[in-house]
């Protein structure tokens, strides 16, 4: 478990090079005109008995917001650490949130699932607004979300 | 120094504030309407049973959530679509859409952040922190300006626009001052610059790992009451690891979703209620009624702007530039100006170019930078003095008597003071007088004695020069018009001649009104809007240099009405005199405010004499509601100079007049109205004690014996004219 955590924190920094096999894999998350504030959305991945293995991205800047994210906040307890470096801008409504990351091979096919939580002000939360297993054949299928994204994909 | 920092933020930031207190104040009307639609829990309600209505109507609910408001919103999934709706208690049913309208989210991106995001909400931060130190400026200069906090509420006097500013300004602070300081908290908070008000409870190690059991079972939501609920979240379905999540104002738990023991609960930090409570007294969430006071107060910055504008640029047209301003070490003449608004440094400019008109070296500057060691040319001193508030130095003469107690080496210049203020202030000139005073105490001569010019008048300051001039032997020509306004002519209707006889001939002089423009009736320009007691400005042929009379009719009468009596070579005077019936004037309405009989039902003590009877007959004429007036007027005699005689018996009849007390100075026992006044000591203490307002009109002299009369008589009740004249029942208008 602790060493998976390291190899996902290690994949998932953006300014390290490629390393050994990894492979660079592009999210495309597109929210529905749900009609209200920028969304928040955190990317994690869960492993196979369900437990939290580490984050991808945190789309929203505000930490104390982050309690709406529920699941991801009750797998963390919050720990904005989960999120240093992976941190943009929440997701306005009807915008796509596209990021390409490096994701170690170990990841795919072997029951990860990756999952968005997902945050809107004054709307209701939506933890496990997108819960999808990562496999190889999955690749490229776009899949809806709950609430709030139309649809999710992840291509390698 | 205080005033600098209330007017660079206020211009600097106007458009801000204006932006932030107009979507404030929009937006306050959200929580109330909020808090009047929403159906409200009944008492006794607990979290249970709402939680057991709401999951019948909607099997999939997976959240509930209660809004300061009362508000209940439920979130569901119904075979894999979201719902939600805001809850009838009573019912568990929805009854309206949960999202929030469109318009109140526009309204708050606008006013938090400007639609800019972080780079917004710092702009409004810094918005919110100038309507702070702007609340906290004003407040100095507030307290300033009436003498003391006591005073908050007192009447204030002086020009419309700056009267208005500190009318709204005194009610609105104490809101501003609330939801600027909540909106840095608030600001502080969402860039995480204040301690985590929300630590992580941690998640249960153990769970049952059964799951089903009934709402009603769960004791802790049996005991919570629905006021207290923030959030109910249920676990997650087929997750047994998953727990209901309890908020409420107390704290967070976690309840088990098999046997429904409470499994953890972390009570809700001090630093957390402190924080919610300041978000509830912002936002008016949980606090309707005060959201509603706040956003009506916030109504007054776009209006103490607009008039906070007009001030300074009033101030700003009121300072001319000084033309060939000399050093102080060649000038053989010092002018120093210890003025406020700035005006004071109008009248030094006109002084400055009459004196190098007749061959001085003039130089001018700010009382602040008094330093008499270096004035090695220098013959004489000129000080132009304002009061600021209850007697203090306005700012351009800061620390200036300090200086002048402390120049024990300088050379005794002599030194002349001028004070400039506003009559119907309890303190006027009090600070002129002060300098005055110390100057002569620390030994500097006298060039001329101490005068006055009160509201800037004109004539006082000329008459001033003249004085000045006779001293230096030369004529200064001082002709000081702010602002010459818009002039109107006016066409004479009758006159009415008296006091030929005593050496004092009067006139009664009846216009008629002028037509008006339609902009004028619009905007009360002009001569639509004026009561008795306001002035008129009169232009007389071959000077530029209005004269001010008292007008003795309002609006209503149909006419303009005034007294003027003919001076011994009087340019002004002289003219009006010879007008007959059919002959014209130019004239301009000037308002005097602080010189209305008021609309209450308070007894009035009008004392007047000669041609002071003008506005003192304009009240007793329009008084149709019968409010006692107790009028003292003074005359030389009344065979011929009883001005109105024809009118008074009327207005006795008519009960406009209680009382007319007559002083006769030429006769074999000659009275002033002062001596009327202490003849009838008791009555006029009876009266005042009783709330009566007392407004004095005449001449200087007069003025000043009516004022020792009064104190003489109000003694033995412990008041005093200065007592009086704080709380606006002792108005003088007076040239």
Redesign the interface.
Known sequence: MKSLLATLALTTALTLPAIAMARPVTLTTALTNY???GAYLALYVTDASGAYAGSLWMAG????YY?HL??W??AT??DTAQVNGITG?SVGAGRTLEITLDLADALFDAGYTLHIDAAVE???????EVAVPLTTTGAGAPVPG??YVASFAYDM | MIRAFHRWPGLLALALVCILSLSGAALSVFPAAERLTAPQAETRLTVARLADRIQAVYPGVEQIRRAPSGRITAYWFDQGAPGAAVIDPATGQGVAAADPSQVQRWLTNLHRSLFLGDAGRITMAIGAAALLVLSASGGVLVMRRVGGWRNWFARLRGPRAHRFHVEVARIAVIGLVLSSSTALWMAASTFDLLPDSDPALAMPAEVSGETGVALARIPVLNQTPVSALRELNFPFPGDATDVYTLRTDQGTGYLDQGTGALLGWADLAGWARVSDTLVMLHTGQGAAVLGLILGLLALGVPVMGVTGVWVWLAGRRGRPRIRGNMSMARADTIVLVGSEGGSTWGFAATLQAALKRAGHRVHVGAMSGFAPERYDAAERIILLAATYGDGAAPTSATGFLERLRKAETARRIPLAVVGFGDRTFPAYCAYAEEVAAVALAQGWAQLVPLDTVDRQSPQDFARWGRALGEVLGCDLDMAHQPVLPHTETLTLVSRRDYGAEVQAPTAILRFALPKLTLWQWLTGGGFARFEAGDLIGILPEGSALPRLYSLASARRDGFLEIVVKKQPGGLCSGQLAALEPGDTVRAFPRPNPGFHAGRDRAPLILIGAGTGIAPLAGFVRGNARHRPIHLFFGLRHPDSDLLYDEEMPLWQAQRRLTRLVTAVSRSARPRYVQDALRGDAAEVVRLICDGARVMVCGGRDMAAGVADALADILAPAGLSPAMLKAEGRYVEDVY
């Open positions: 009609g209200g504030d800047g505000k930490s104390k309690k529920s699941d906040y009750r307890g919050g801008a004054d709307m209701r939360d939506s933890p496990n709950r609430r």
